[in-house]
């Protein structure tokens, strides 16, 4: 590529906005293992590499290890409360999925995240790249630049927030150069460290808009005109001083890296399928036809033309074998039934239809009052095979109605891969779930 553009996720702040994204209905596969976290990270790296197209990408995680802050401040994030088990359940899991899509992901003891991810982000700068860090943390805000911005992805159905060093300013309140010393004064209470007492948002961006700095500041406490204020920062000018160095990030983390060894590979797209069936990640198997997902050279797929297109109906032995073959070739079939009605304790089945990929989709007709129908019996012969294969992933809109009306009429499936319209409540509840909506 002739641009290079280094995008670096810190990983600690996806795991948690992954796990809580889907707290209130954990994902699990049908063995009972638990894989909101690792979803999450597998989702948003497939994005990130459709959308951007990065030249390069790496996930920098914490580890157990306490940084070198909590021998500067033992109360350090003592805060904080241990990570949930099931969340600790599936790192050994995240990072067999970082090697097998191949992704370069960072940790080094006595560092955080943050630290590795600013000792980065400046040797890339001065290289000459772009850096997008993808972030909900303001504490990276302070590396924000003309060269580096974040991407707050805050779910994964939407654009997310981009910020740039005005769009900094109108989070914050001051310029990325001023982050650390707007929360010098202020504190943080998310990593347990104290500011100037008496002094908020609000306070602390007045002061710095007054004096330029955290060190002017201090330097005129004593011309403060407001008795309070005055007194505290004379009173806890060093405790502001030590909270400064604290949210100060680490430009020259002593760790083992090499900016070209990040650069996005050709993807495994075999041994990553084999994963998400695995993982059943039924929603993330499309993503793998995109042959060009991580080289610039291949060339997109098109969709097929409308020459191209398949809509048949099947109404006869032969063809609805040839249609069984067809989806076993696929691996992956979508199912909808058509219905004399929308109450499933009523109605009756009509039609079944039948999509393999996208442009080719089939209709079953079995009880129209017109034209030619399948004998049901002989459908229910040659289709439960592939509807209760375990082998096969099975999408279906509302799988729930479609089962209850399929089993009423004789078919056997014992269960399904894929809900658009469960995944899309997961997503956000409050939304739309039809597919007009999607």
């Not at 004379?234 to 760790?255: G, P, S």
């Amino acid at each position: 590529m002739a641009n290079n553009r280094l995008f670096l996720i810190d990983g600690s702040a996806l795991a948690y906005r992954s796990y809580f994204a889907f707290a209130a209905s954990p994902l699990r596969t049908k063995r009972g293992e638990h894989t909101s976290v690792v979803f999450g990270f597998a989702a948003t790296i497939m994005r990130i590499l459709t959308k951007e197209r990065p030249s390069h990408l790496a996930v920098i995680l914490d580890t157990k290890e306490p940084s070198f802050r909590k021998d500067l401040y033992d109360d350090y994030k003592a805060n904080r409360t241990a990570m949930p088990e099931e969340m600790v359940e599936q790192l050994p899991r995240l990072d067999h999925l970082l090697s097998t899509m191949r992704v370069a992901h960072l940790r080094k003891p006595g560092y955080e995240a943050d630290d590795i991810i600013a000792t980065l982000t400046r040797e890339a700068e001065e290289a000459g790249w772009e850096v997008v860090i993808i972030t909900s943390d303001k504490d990276l805000m302070q590396l924000v630049n003309e060269k580096t911005r974040i991407w707050n992805l805050k779910k994964l159905s939407e654009e997310g927030e981009w910020y740039d060093r005005e769009a900094v300013k109108e989070k914050m309140g001051v310029y990325p150069e001023r982050i650390v010393d707007l929360l010098a004064l202020m504190g943080d209470t998310s990593d347990n460290v104290p500011g100037v007492e008496g002094v908020g948002p609000k306070t602390a961006i007045k002061l710095l808009e007054e004096y330029g700095s955290f060190e002017a500041v201090l330097a005129n406490a004593e011309k403060i005109t407001k008795p309070k204020l005055r007194e505290s920062l004379i009173a806890f000018r060093d405790r502001a001083a030590l909270t400064k160095q604290l949210v100060t990030l680490e430009y020259h983390a002593d760790f083992e890296h090499d900016l070209q060894k990040l650069s996005v590979p050709a993807l495994d797209t075999v041994e990553l399928r084999s994963l998400f069936l695995e993982l059943e990640f039924t929603s993330l198997l499309r993503s793998l036809g995109q042959t060009s997902l991580f080289t610039e050279e291949a060339p997109p797929q098109e969709s097929r033309t409308q020459s191209e297109q398949v809509y048949k109906t099947i109404d006869n032995e032969a063809d609805l074998k040839s249609l069984v073959k067809r989806i076993r070739e696929a691996g992956v079939f979508a199912f909808d039934t058509e219905t004399t009605g929308l109450d499933w304790l009523t109605c009756t089945l009509v039609g079944i239809s039948i999509a393999v990929a996208e442009g080719e989709a089939y209709y079953i007709p079995l009880a129209h009052a017109e034209g030619k129908n399948l004998d049901p019996e002989k459908c229910r012969q040659i289709l439960n095979p592939v509807l209760s294969d375990p082998k096969l992933t099975r999408v279906a809109q509302n799988f729930k109605f479609d089962y209850h009306i399929l089993t009423q009429a004789g078919y056997e499936i014992s269960s399904f891969d894929y809900d658009p319209m469960l995944a899309s409540y997961v997503a956000d509840p409050a939304g739309q779930h039809g597919l007009d909506a999607f």
